[in-house]
């Protein structure tokens, strides 16, 4: 069974630096962050495959946010830097069971976390 934990949200000016966490259990082999915006869309912004440590980012965002993860702490991080008010919204852990590829772009999660709110003005 996987679990997830999310935090490093907060509220920061545009330009600036944010490092999310998301703490894991369960062995997961793929840990994406979606990005729910405030009309509750969500996509896909960055995945990464935990054992390989191979990142993928939503291309809008390849300049900007930067996907990694430490085995040690099994956590997976997610550095947003310069900051945009249309980042703004609930950052959530999700990760898949048995395999597939591991994409933003992937749309079904079978766990996720409860999410860290980010606020950019």
């Known amino acids: 069974h996987v679990q997830l934990v999310e935090s490093g949200g907060g509220s920061v000016q545009a330009g600036g630096s944010l490092r999310l966490s998301c703490v894991f259990s369960?062995?997961?082999?793929?840990i994406t962050w979606v990005r729910q915006h405030p009309d509750q869309w969500r996509e896909g912004v960055a995945s990464?495959?935990?054992?390989?440590?191979?990142?993928y980012l939503l291309d809008t965002e390849k300049d900007r946010f930067t996907i990694s993860r430490d085995m040690a702490e099994s956590t997976v991080y997610l550095q947003m830097d310069n900051v945009k008010p249309e980042d703004t919204g609930t950052y959530l852990c999700?990760?898949?069971?048995?395999?597939?590829?591991?994409?933003?772009?992937?749309?079904?999660?079978?766990?996720w976390g409860q999410g860290t709110q980010v606020t950019v003005s």
């Open positions: 999700a990760a898949p069971i048995g395999h597939g590829a591991c994409r933003p772009a992937r749309v079904e999660y079978d766990y």
């Open positions: 990464i495959y935990t054992g390989s440590g191979s990142p």
């Open positions: 369960g062995s997961p082999y793929c």
